[in-house]
């Protein structure tokens, strides 16, 4: 057997594995292509997706109340977090260009799956808070003190940036 074949077989095996989990828990599937896993949004859960950067704030939001939910990375770039169904979000986020919510029977790519350019995987496990898919109410404040925190250090002087986006700023003189 030929190292991509083996591969194959042990990522097959895994993929399996995450499905039999997600639907032991009531996490509902929507049939794929037996390469990726999609989650069914809408009846046990929807998802809000937002950008890393925004991601990595509600999360702090979160870990200060002492919240632990699930949260996964897909290679794009963007933080997913599910919730409880039926809530959607206030209009100040259904307004953001970056933040997108996955209701009524939409798929959304879960871990392991693989994508062509990278995985999408956990940064919280669902197996942390025992499949618990926490209330809507709370990933929507989480995240709307996201874009907020957000939008006020990018008005504020002196904040600090991430690297990439002051690398191919002005340079100030000598």
């Known amino acids: 057997m030929s190292w991509w074949d083996s591969y194959r077989a042990v990522y097959g095996a895994e993929l399996r594995a995450a499905a039999r989990d997600y639907a032991h ?6 049939p794929g292509s037996g390469t990726e896993i999609l989650l069914a949004t809408g009846t046990v859960l929807d998802i809000v997706e937002v950008p890393a950067e925004l991601g990595r704030r509600a999360c702090a939001t979160l870990r200060d109340c002492g919240l ?36 009524d029977g939409i798929g959304v790519l879960a871990p392991p799956t693989e994508r062509p350019d990278g995985w999408v995987h956990w940064r919280v496990a669902p197996a942390r808070t025992g499949y618990r898919v926490p209330d809507a109410a709370v990933i929507v404040e989480a995240v709307t003190d996201a874009v907020r925190s957000q939008a006020t250090s990018d008005l504020l002087p002196g904040t600090q940036r991430s690297v990439a986006a002051i690398v191919g700023g002005p340079r100030s003189g000598p």
Do not use: I
Request: aromatic share 10%.
């Open 68 to 103: 632990v939910v699930p949260v996964a990375a897909t290679p794009q770039g963007t933080w997913w977090f599910p919730m409880s169904p039926g809530s959607g979000l206030p209009l100040e986020l259904s307004l953001h260009p970056e933040v997108v919510s996955h209701t």
């Open 25 to 30: 828990h009531g996490w509902p599937l929507v």
